[in-house]
């Protein structure tokens, strides 16, 4: 353990090699668009099995904005899912600290579960409308400052356009907070 080495890359999440990926999840956790489409897809019927199980379990209203809770990951490559809803700007969900929490739930999640490398989408940036730049700088923050970060080998953020990988190079190049 030591420090842990923070990428970006332009790619597909749901062939990420790490210990766990983050799904940009709604809070129904029953599979929607973009990231969460994707990974439900590939993930097989068992992930859907095991987020009908949270919901009638731990999350019957849904999972709330900003945390996040893991799941095996069916015939995904990683071991776990970790599920987090990001807040949705169109809807008017627009403080930072929400969208920080989820970078921040999902570490968490990810050392408590024992994973060593983690997958992050760009959580909001898609269809719930927050700016790539915002998002980026947030994630790349919450990161940084996240107080078991030297328990993680690997943070990488898999982004699935270029302009997306550009903000968050940006965020990167930037001088710690």
């Known amino acids: 353990m030591g420090t842990a080495v923070i990428e970006a890359v332009t790619g597909d ?14 809070s129904a956790l029953l599979g929607g668009g973009g990231v969460d ?3 439900h897809r590939a993930a097989g019927p068992r992930l859907l099995a095991e987020c009908r199980g949270l919901r009638e379990t731990a999350y019957p ?16 490559p990683c071991t776990w ?4 809803v990001g807040p949705n700007w169109h809807r008017g969900q627009r403080d930072p600290q929400l969208l ?8 968490t999640v990810a050392c408590d579960l024992g994973a060593v490398s ?7 940036a898609g269809v719930y409308g927050w700016a790539p730049t915002t998002v980026a700088r947030l994630a790349v923050e919450a990161v940084r400052a996240h107080p078991r970060l030297a328990e993680l080998e690997l ?8 302009p997306t990988r550009r903000a968050f190079d940006g965020a990167l190049s930037s001088e710690p907070a």
């Open 37 to 39: 489409s994707a990974i």
């Open 100 to 107: 920080s929490a989820c970078f921040t739930a999902s570490l």
């Open 61 to 76: 209203d849904g999972l709330p904005v900003g945390q996040a809770v893991a799941t095996g990951a069916g015939w995904l």
């Open 118 to 124: 983690i997958a992050f989408p760009a959580i909001s």
């Open 155 to 162: 943070v990488r953020f898999v982004l699935f356009s270029p």
């Open 81 to 84: 899912v970790i599920h987090t």
């Open 13 to 26: 999440i749901t062939i990420e090699q790490v210990d766990a990926i983050v799904n940009a999840a709604n």
